[in-house]
Structure formats: C-alpha cells, structure tokens
C-alpha cells in the first residue's frame, strides 16, 4: 500500500516538473520552437497597414465660408475641417484637375512645354477669366500654363483641354476617371475651367485631396502658381495672380482661387514653413477679403504645429509572461506625425514613453499596452496609446506540453 502511494506522489510529482519544465521552456524558447507551428507562421506572414489618421481636436476657428479644410501636404493628415463632405460648386479650383492632367501628359512624354496650344471657336468662346484668344491663334503649352494658373484664364483652360484630351467633352471623362482613382468620392466634373454648370460639384475634402496630388507628384505647378506678374504677346497682354497670400502670407507658394456667382470665393492655398507643407480649402466664401482671411487663419492654426519629438527609446517588442509567443511587437500607428502647439508657447517640446517590463498573457491584437506622453514644458499635450501588433495567447497545457516534446526532439 505504502508502495502504491509512493509510486502515486512520484507520478504526480513527475508531471508537475514536466508541467514546469514545459513552461518554462516556452518562455526560453518561445518564439524559436513555436515558429514551427502553422498559427506562428500565419503571424509572421502578416502584414500591416497603418491606418489613416483621424481629425486633430480642434478649437471652432472664425472662418467666414461654407466649408474648409487644412491638412498636411506630406501626410494626409486632417488638422481641421468645417462642412468638408458638403458637395458645391468650386469655381476655379476645376483647373488643379485640368493642370494635373496636363503635367501627368508631359511626365508621359506625350506634350512639351514646347508643345504649341492651338484656339479653338469652342475655347474662344469661354466666358469669365480670360486672355481673350483668338480662334487659330497660338501659345505654347508654357505661355498656356501660366495663363491658368496666373489669370485663371477659362480660354487657355479649354484650349489646354482639347489639346490633351482632343476635346471638352473627351477630357471631362479623363477628369472624372481621374477623381475616382483619387478617390474623389464626391467629385464630378461638367467642364475643364470651372465655370457654372448643373451638376458641377466637389467638397472641400475633394479638393483637398486633388490638390495634394498635384503638389506631391507634380511639383513643377509651383513654378507657376507662384509668379506674381507676368505677360504674353509681348507684353501686351499682362497676367497678374488672383491669389493675392503671394504677397501677404509668409510661406506661401500656390495653389490656385476662385470666384463664380454659383460657387461664392474659394481658395486652395499651399504653404510651407520649416519643412511643414500644408493645404489649406476655403470654399464659399462671401467675399475676396473673407476668402483671404480664412485661409490665413487656417494656415495661422496649422502652422502651430511641431514635429513630434523624436523618444529616448522606441522597442519593437515587448515581452509577454505566460503565452508560447514569447514577446509580441509594438504598434506605434496612433502616434501623429505633428503636434498642434498653443500659440505663442516657446517652451521645447519632449516625449516620454511608458511601458511595462513585461505582460501578461493573454493579450489581444491593438491592445493597449503603453503610452506616449508629449509635454510643452512641464504642460501636459497629448497622449498618444501603444499596441499590441498581434495577439498572445495564454498559454494551457496541451501547449506546454507540445513544447516540452519539440524541446526534446531538438535535444535529442
């Protein structure tokens, strides 16, 4: 009897230090054994895709206009928005579509800035803005470029359209295809110039989106939204910007107004400052002035923006008690690229990560298992959530267990 319940004790002491011996080699060797396994093999094959970054906090800024919207050029990044998904008309702004796809032309070899533009009755004929073109007269595409996007001329817009696209109508199509791909949900295009017509609609968001586009991928329109005064024919046609922030605004470089009695004022205003670009939407403004002033207190706002500080330390990993995984790795996706500074605040800015030696199994995918603290001083900003990437599993016997068994196959 006494035998028997030795050999009992024995047994149940021989499981108890496998049991251990298993966990304990989990934790040793985790994520070398258990990569063997079909479940660690999906993990590392995962991919994963940083999520858009949502609308800064913002305070209600006085913006005199229908809708707005101020983002980070590099980025995408929303800084504020007023009204952004609200469809109207856009007057002008129409021609960062036609430009793109005139730049997009060239890039692809198909024109030069050489290329000769030549009048059409149909272009000829466009109302607003104008240089006043004569039918078979002719410009090259550098004299037509710069009549767009300094005088905002409708003729040289249609004239640039049908040279690209072969016609209005034929370009307008190329206009609409290209929204969509740019994902331009809310966008639709009825001419290449902007002017008022049934249906001709975009939001603030839209353009924002138009606008990055071109400023990333087609820098060169910069060379000509910027020029202040220009001529052609000699002279004896004058071109002086309708974006008047070229000589009021300190870093601006672009973009492109407008102005239709269905559309109010709008602006897409582009500014950099010490390597931060931003875009700045106004649409529907009652007035130049309004307009102007609008987009100065957008870009005001967006310029209190700072980097954000670089951490003493960033680990990748973090080890996990208790699970076959081992450590699982960081997410650091909900750290913004900026931070927005209160005006007039001089103090240097510092981050301070906080994390836990260790965690405790179980732990689940975007779980939060630290934090970014971003001080002004000794003034609290913002803190900002550190994830898990992918999950832990607590770990259970039968794992343990299976550990144990690879442990010694590899011993022996």
């Known amino acids: 009897m006494e035998r028997r319940n030795f050999a009992a004790l024995c047994a149940a002491v021989l499981c108890f230090w496998l049991f251990a011996l298993a966990f304990g080699t989990a934790q040793g060797m985790g994520l070398h054994l258990v990569a063997r396994r079909e479940a660690k093999t999906a993990s590392a094959q995962a991919v994963w895709v940083e999520p858009a970054l949502p609308a800064a906090a913002a305070p209600a800024l006085s913006l005199n206009c229908r809708a707005a919207i101020l983002i980070e050029q590099d980025s995408g990044r929303v800084l504020y928005e007023k009204n952004a998904e609200e469809k109207m008309p856009i007057a002008s702004i129409t021609k960062v579509m036609t430009l793109l796809l005139t730049f997009e032309a060239i890039h692809g070899g198909r024109l030069t800035l050489d290329t000769l533009v030549p009048v059409s009755e149909h272009a000829y004929h466009m109302g607003g803005s104008q240089i006043w073109l004569e039918p078979g007269e002719q410009f090259t595409l550098d004299e037509m470029l710069r009549a767009i996007c300094v005088s905002s001329a409708n003729d040289a817009a249609v004239a640039v359209a049908e040279l690209v696209g072969g016609s209005e109508p034929a370009f307008v199509e190329q206009m609409n295809a290209r929204a969509a791909q740019l994902g331009m949900e809310q966008t639709t295009f009825r001419n290449a110039c902007g002017l008022d017509t049934e249906g001709h609609l975009s939001t603030a968001r839209d353009v924002a989106i138009m606008s990055r586009e071109i400023l990333t991928h087609c820098p060169e329109v910069l060379h000509y939204s910027g020029i202040w005064t220009d001529s052609l024919r000699n002279g004896q046609t004058q071109l002086v910007n309708t974006n008047k922030l070229l000589k009021r605004y300190s870093g601006i470089t672009g973009l492109k107004t407008g102005t239709t009695s269905g559309a109010g004022v709008c602006i897409s205003a582009s500014a950099t400052r010490d390597g931060l670009k931003l875009i700045a939407v106004i649409l529907g403004a009652p007035s130049s002035a309004d307009r102007f002033n609008a987009a100065t207190t957008l870009l005001d706002y967006g310029f209190g923006a700072a980097p954000l500080p670089a951490l003493p330390s960033q680990p990748l990993q973090l080890a996990v008690k208790g699970s076959a995984e081992g450590s699982v ?84």
């Open 329 to 412: 790795p960081l997410d650091y996706s909900a750290l913004p690229e900026t931070i927005l500074l209160e005006k007039g605040a001089g103090a240097a800015l510092r981050g301070e990560l906080t994390l836990p030696e260790t965690l405790e199994a179980p732990v689940e995918r975007g779980q939060a298992v630290g934090k970014v603290s971003v001080y002004q001083g000794e003034n609290l900003l913002s803190e900002y959530e550190v994830r898990a990437a992918v999950d832990a599993a607590k770990l259970t016997l039968p794992d343990a267990l299976y550990l144990l068994w690879e442990s010694l196959t590899v011993v022996f």
